[in-house]
Structure formats: structure tokens, C-alpha cells
């Protein structure tokens, strides 16, 4: 391949990375501008806010389900869902929802 194709094909490569890397950083400032940390609770005034995502992780399944179960639109659950998702490690969540489907989850929801 002749050195002028190469460069050729190395600019055009990069141009459609350049393109990639704009609509990428696009999407994250969009999400960045929308994103919402959890409000201060006064039933958890402490640094540690373990108990504080637990308990939301709680409440929007409590909520869920009593909503659910008087076939209600489950819209002001999300409140909790999106706090609980600010406070509480991915992790965490993830293996509370493996614990919930397999009936094993040690909350009372």
C-alpha cells in the first residue's frame, strides 16, 4: 500500500473516531445535565448512608408491590428507584434482585 493511501485511509479512520468520540461526549453531557443525586434524608443524618439506600431499595419495592396489587400506576415509585440508584453500589443492587427472585432476600417488602 502506497504511503499516500495509508494516510489516506488513517485520516478517514480518524475522522470517523473523531465523529464517535463528539456523539459519545454529546450523550454523557445530555446525561450529565439530567443526572439528580438523592435529596438529604433527616432519618439519616450520618455520612454513612448504607441504611439510607437499603431502606429506599425497600421502599420502591414496597411500593411496587402495593401498587401492583391495586392494579395503580406505579410512576410515584420511581422516586425511590432513582434515589436507591444514586446511594446504593451496582453490586449491591444486583444481587439484591438475584436474592428477591430466588426468595431468599432478607428485607420485608
Known sequence: MSTLNRDLL??????????????MSETIEEKIKSYRTAPFDARFPNTNQTRNCFQNYLDYHRCNKALSATDQDVA???WYQRVYKS???M???????EAIESGSFPGKI
Open 87 to 89: 446511594l446504593c453500589p
Open 10 to 23: 488513517l485520516s478517514l479512520s480518524a475522522a470517523g473516531h473523531n465523529e464517535k468520540l463528539s456523539k
Open 91 to 97: 453490586s449491591w443492587v444486583s444481587k439484591w434482585d
Open 76 to 78: 410515584p415509585c420511581d
